[in-house]
């Protein structure tokens, strides 16, 4: 998941279960700030593992060391002792008032903790047992960017901070309203980008949607009587039930996938459905058979909602491995591409000829060529002369 996703939800946690504040309240620092900055920036920390590509020129770092001992259960413990004893010491040279350090180990923990399960519903994997183990357990529940889920977890802050000040009431309500009536148009247009098209009813509502949470509750003043507490903690509980519902709609794809590969005595080696944007309706089903990788784009809509006007058909996609040869064992004899496969889950190979040069592609088929225009997100590209001599090898339109 992206790191502002896991610093908006660690915030929230903060808000909703540990009494925290607004993060720049005008206000100087209190106790409720020092608790929310301590899940906040634990919720955020384990993605500091990615300063490390910024002093290096290995390009496997993100297969190899992303996700790691930053975001190890394991190592859990220590980080956030490391980070309670460093919050105590500043908290005492500026003379804030701080939570024990029993309370701020708890604090740093959450944050962490929060970080590391907003990563294992997504599908790039994360090594939760390193450095005991570097397998990368995935959960495929939510795609990596899910907008819906990130507003979900910020609105309602948002709302809490709106409505806390009586004074500054209709203000705040217009200033929300204003930056949050463009948004779904902005997004639409990212996804429209990707090839992950959102239609114009959805913008729509989404807009109408966005003005109804600003601007009602500002009406005779009803959500002034909404404790600030209480809007964080109806936020904390919608992201658990979009989570559930997500968790649901994975396992309907995944039966449905599971079904296909059956039917079709595709020799199954690997099954799995995976998110696939814009919506929860939308999953990536993905079948590993012996001679390449199949893939089923599914529209849940068309089971859970029979007769649905936006019904989508079934997309069917085969991704066959190229036929064996000496360039391509030489190419997957390279460190790098032994690490490649180590880390995909639905390895393709591919094979062309470009003038005399041998050229051979790898790509994990688990992250989606959303665009047919756009190549896979993870492409390891070899280039080998006549001889089979190694000319370049690296990420491909890296």
């Given at each position: 998941m992206d790191t502002i996703t896991h610093g908006?939800?660690?915030?929230?946690?903060?808000?909703?279960?540990?009494?925290?504040g607004d993060v720049f309240p005008p206000e100087p620092v209190t106790r409720r700030r020092?608790?929310?900055?301590?899940?906040?920036?634990?919720?955020?920390?384990?993605d500091s593992d990615v300063l490390r590509e910024f002093f290096s020129h290995n390009p496997m770092l993100m297969l190899t060391w992303h996700r790691s001992i930053t975001h190890s259960l394991l190592l859990m413990p220590l980080w956030a002792v490391l980070f309670a004893a460093i919050t105590r010491r500043i908290c005492r040279w500026r003379n804030w008032d701080c939570p024990s350090l029993l309370a701020l180990f708890g604090l740093w923990a959450v944050g962490i903790l929060s970080h590391i399960f907003l990563d294992l519903v997504t599908t790039f994997g994360t090594m939760i047992w390193s450095p005991l183990?570097?397998?990368?357990?995935?959960?495929?529940?939510?795609?990596?960017?899910?907008?819906?889920?990130?507003?979900?977890?910020?609105?309602?802050?948002?709302?809490?901070?709106?409505?806390?000040?009586?004074?500054?009431?209709?203000?705040r309500a217009l200033i929300m309203w204003l930056v949050f009536t463009p948004a779904p148009y902005l997004i639409s247009r990212i996804a429209a980008f990707?090839?992950?098209?959102?239609?114009?009813?959805?913008?729509?509502?989404?807009?109408?949607?966005?003005?109804a949470l600003f601007l009602?509750?500002?009406?005779?003043?009803?959500?002034?009587?909404?404790?600030?507490?209480?809007?964080?903690?109806?936020?904390?509980?919608?992201?658990?039930?979009?989570?559930?519902?997500?968790?649901?709609?994975?396992h309907v794809a995944l039966q449905r996938i599971q079904k296909i590969a059956a039917n079709e005595n595709l020799q199954a080696q690997s099954v799995a459905a995976l998110p696939f944007p814009p919506s929860l309706w939308h999953w990536d089903g993905l079948v590993l058979a012996p001679r390449g990788v199949y893939e089923v784009r599914m529209d849940l809509s068309n089971s859970l909602f029979p007769g649905s006007a936006n019904a989508s058909p079934i997309e069917h996609t085969y991704y066959p491995d190229a036929p064996g040869n000496p360039f391509i064992e030489k190419a997957r004899a390279l460190p790098n591409v032994r690490k490649f496969f180590w880390f995909a889950r639905f390895p393709v190979t591919r094979f062309h000829k470009?003038?005399?040069?041998?050229?051979?592609d790898f790509f994990d088929a688990r992250f989606p060529q959303i665009s047919r225009n756009r190549p896979p997100s993870f492409d390891y590209q070899v280039r080998l002369s006549a001889d089979g001599t190694v000319l370049s090898q690296g990420w491909l339109g890296k």
């Open positions: 908006i939800a660690g915030a929230l946690i903060a808000k909703a279960v540990f009494q925290g020092v608790i929310t900055w301590s899940v906040l920036l634990g919720s955020i920390f384990p183990n570097w397998s990368r357990p995935a959960w495929d529940i939510i795609f990596i960017v899910d907008f819906t889920f990130t507003a979900i977890l910020l609105i309602p802050q948002l709302l809490a901070w709106t409505y806390e000040d009586p004074d500054h009431l209709r203000r990707v090839g992950a098209p959102t239609s114009n009813n959805s913008i729509v509502v989404a807009t109408v949607l966005f003005a009602l509750p500002a009406v005779r003043g009803w959500g002034l009587r909404i404790p600030y507490a209480r809007w964080n903690r109806a936020g904390l509980a919608l992201a658990v039930c979009y989570l559930l519902c997500a968790t649901f709609a994975h470009d003038g005399s040069e041998a050229v051979v």
